[in-house]
């Protein structure tokens, strides 16, 4: 069977719009949203939680990151980086998931929100960096020497609160009160949040805290604790041997009671360490996605966690 050119062209394109339609409410963000609601797109939880409760009702917020995925080497899909493109509002963090630079670059929407322009982000403390160094040796591994778990400081957390609440009233004025309302009560719990962990963190016996994945460096500054990371920035990568020594020789000095390690990656590195010192291990969350297996139910709960776990390994309260 022979087919004209044009009549292939024709069907190509039939084809090619059948494929489109089938497509079209692309992202769950835009099957559920209703007629005047808003999409919001946001890199990964803590700034998803931030947009669902900034926007209320008014907007449908969608996460890059899926729950219990690992943002840190995030790849998007076609459809991910087609709802960049179409976004009333994407919310993400320039350097840290460079699939999502490159999208939002590519994208020319307007409308995005990078946090680091109001969170400027902070360079790598020294030892965490000479441990990420050698962890990226073995595998590649793009970075740019800069933290970016701003998040895990609630004060941070107001900062975006407020940058958001400011996009979303420029983007919808009609709803600006709403928008003012709900960040208002969104600070008021990230500072009480910040109160508990000021006031607890302040009567610690211990200052050093070891955890698997350096996540907690802008927790630590905030509250004059010692952050010790086994693996540096990157969550899944081996320690070396001589770092694992090093981190069994911190604990010892310090008489640290308890290693730390996250939901998300494998606790076996956390656990080798604790075993052969007859330490504790227990989690400590840098609240990259939300899970069924995570101490809580959104950022706040989390982070009341976290402080607890804190508090017991390290005397406070
Ligand atoms: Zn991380």
Request: charged share 20%; proline share 5%; aromatic share 6%.
């Amino acid at each position: 069977m022979k087919f004209s050119s044009r009549a292939l062209g024709g069907a190509l394109i039939g084809a090619v719009l059948l494929l489109a339609s089938a497509c079209a409410p692309a992202g769950t963000a835009a099957e559920e949203r209703q007629p005047g609601q808003l999409s919001i797109v946001a890199a990964f939880y803590p700034f998803q939680f931030v947009a669902e409760r900034v926007a209320g009702d008014h907007a449908v917020v969608t996460s890059l990151t899926a729950p219990g995925a690992e943002p840190h080497d995030l790849e998007l899909t076609p459809k991910q980086v087609a709802s960049i493109s179409s976004a009333d509002l994407v919310i993400y963090e320039k350097s840290f998931q460079a699939a999502v630079d490159e999208a939002v670059a590519q994208s020319g929407n307007p409308n995005v929100l990078d946090t680091a322009t109001v969170v400027p982000l902070s360079p790598l403390s020294e030892a965490d960096e000479h441990d990420h160094e050698q962890a990226a040796e073995g595998e590649e591994h793009e970075h740019s020497g800069l933290d970016p778990h701003v998040w895990l400081d609630p004060n941070n957390m107001v900062t975006i609160t407020n940058a958001v609440r400011d996009r979303l009233i420029q983007i919808d004025r009609a709803h600006a009160s709403d928008y003012s309302g709900n960040a208002r009560e969104l600070d008021g719990q990230l500072l009480s949040l910040d109160k508990q962990y000021r006031t607890t963190l302040q009567t610690c016996r211990l200052r050093e805290f070891i955890t698997t994945h350096a996540a907690f460096g802008y927790l630590a500054r905030r509250y004059g604790l010692e952050q010790v990371g086994i693996n540096g920035l990157s969550p899944d990568s081996e320690p070396s041997p001589a770092r694992i020594a090093e981190v069994q020789q911190i604990a010892r000095e310090h008489h640290v009671t308890t290693i730390f390690y996250e939901t998300l990656v494998s606790p076996a590195v956390a656990q080798s360490i604790a075993g052969d010192l007859g330490l504790k291990t227990d989690v400590l969350d840098p609240i990259e996605g939300i899970t069924d297996s995570s101490r809580g139910d959104d950022y706040l709960s989390v982070m009341a966690s976290n402080l607890t776990a804190l508090t017991t390994a390290n005397g406070c309260g």
